[in-house]
């Protein structure tokens, strides 16, 4: 009889284990980014379509600004990252925007961490031609995402 509760017991244990409430880190889905500079005044807000690639690669599509900037003219490059942080559903974000002409490239990089409820959240910083350089803070949520 022992045996028996012993191992029922066992399997109970092991059943439960699988029903813990971790969240796999998600990072696929259509995204609108609000680029801020230090005084919160808005930047480059964008939205761009992401989905996890091989490895830490994030394929971006359907990327465009919200609103017109002369330090981004069409075409541009973009290029990101997504490494995941355990089964929290967070990780780590990374995301670069480039002009592709003139020589000398305007550059957009954006560092974050998804925080596991659908957004994510960091800073980024501007380098490039004269007039196209800064910094400041990002957020970035999917559409049924609530920011509040």
Known sequence: MKRIAIVALSVLVLMLGGCGSSRQPQIDGSWFAVVNNPDQSPAYPFSATLAQGSGT???VT??????????????????ATFSAMGSNGT??????????????NNVLTLQGMLNGEGSIAGT???TGQAGCTGNGNFTMLLPHSDPG
């Open 124 to 126: 980024w910083t501007l």
């Open 62 to 79: 359907n990327f465009g600004f919200a609103t017109s900037t002369s330090c981004f003219s069409t075409p541009t490059s973009e290029a």
């Open 91 to 104: 990780g780590t974000f990374g995301m670069t925007i480039s002009t592709v002409f003139p020589a000398l």
């Open 57 to 59: 690669t994030v394929n």
